[in-house]
C-alpha cells in the first residue's frame, strides 16, 4: 500500500450473521471519522438488537497515524474485541467501526471458541463491505486576483487537482486538495507564480 494512501468502507454494511452452536452473532462495519460517530453507530446497534447481551466491537482511527480502541463487552478478556480488530488490521482498514452482537444460545463456547465466532464473524462482515482506496490529501489556500485567475487555472488542470473550495469577492481565494506525494511539486508552481499567494492548511 502507498505511504500517503489508505483503505476504508464507504458505507455501512448492517446484520451479517454467523452461527456457532445455537449462538447467534450480527456484524455490522461503519465508516467513521471521529469518536462519537462510534458512540452514534453503538446506540444505534443497540436500538436494533435490543434484546442482546453483547456488543463487542473495534474501531481505528487515523490516516498516517492510528489510533484504536476494543471492547468485550462482558465476554471474556481479549475473546472478543481484540479478534474482531484483528481482522481490521488483516484488511488493512482504517476510520471503520465493527460491531458484533451476540445472542447466547445456551451451549458455553469457551474462550477459543468465542475468538473464533468474533473473528469469523468480523471478516464475514468485512468480506460483504466495499472497501474502497483513499488518497491522504494536503490541502493549500490560494489568494490571487482576477488577472491571475487563467495561470492558476492552467496548473489546476494541468495537475489534476482538486478544487474543494472557491471565493471570489474584491479578490479570489481558492482551497485546493494535493495527494501528498505531489505536494511539494504544486506548492513550487504556485509559489513560482507572481501574485500568487500559497499558504498550507492544517487539516
Known amino acids: 500500500m502507498d505511504l500517503d494512501s489508505y483503505k476504508t468502507i464507504c458505507t455501512p454494511t448492517e446484520n451479517v450473521l454467523f452461527k456457532e452452536k445455537n449462538s447467534k452473532f450480527f456484524g455490522f462495519s461503519f465508516p ?13 446497534v443497540k436500538k436494533i438488537h435490543h434484546t442482546a447481551r453483547h456488543f463487542c466491537y473495534a474501531y481505528q482511527l487515523g490516516e498516517a497515524t492510528f489510533k484504536y480502541r476494543v471492547n468485550d463487552d462482558g465476554e471474556p478478556s481479549h475473546s472478543a474485541g481484540m479478534p474482531i480488530f484483528g481482522q ?97 511539486d504544486v506548492f513550487d508552481c504556485f509559489h513560482n507564480l507572481y501574485k500568487v499567494d500559497i499558504k498550507s492548511l492544517e487539516t
Do not use: P, W
Not at 38 to 44: A, R, S
Open 32 to 44: 467513521i471519522a471521529n469518536e462519537e460517530d462510534v458512540k452514534v453507530h453503538l446506540e444505534g
Open 88 to 184: 481490521i488490521q488483516s484488511y488493512e482498514v482504517t476510520n471503520i467501526l465493527i460491531v458484533v452482537v451476540r445472542y447466547f444460545g445456551g451451549i458455553k463456547l469457551g474462550v477459543g471458541g468465542l475468538i473464533s465466532a468474533y473473528k469469523s464473524t468480523a471478516q464475514r462482515t468485512l468480506e460483504s463491505s466495499e472497501i474502497i482506496q483513499k488518497t491522504i490529501d494536503v490541502f493549500f489556500k490560494l489568494n490571487f486576483e482576477y488577472d491571475m485567475m487563467n495561470k492558476v487555472m492552467r496548473i489546476i488542470k494541468e495537475k489534476n487537482i482538486k478544487l474543494e473550495h472557491q471565493k471570489m469577492e474584491l479578490d479570489c481565494e481558492f482551497v485546493i486538495a494535493i495527494r501528498k506525494k505531489n505536494s511539494q
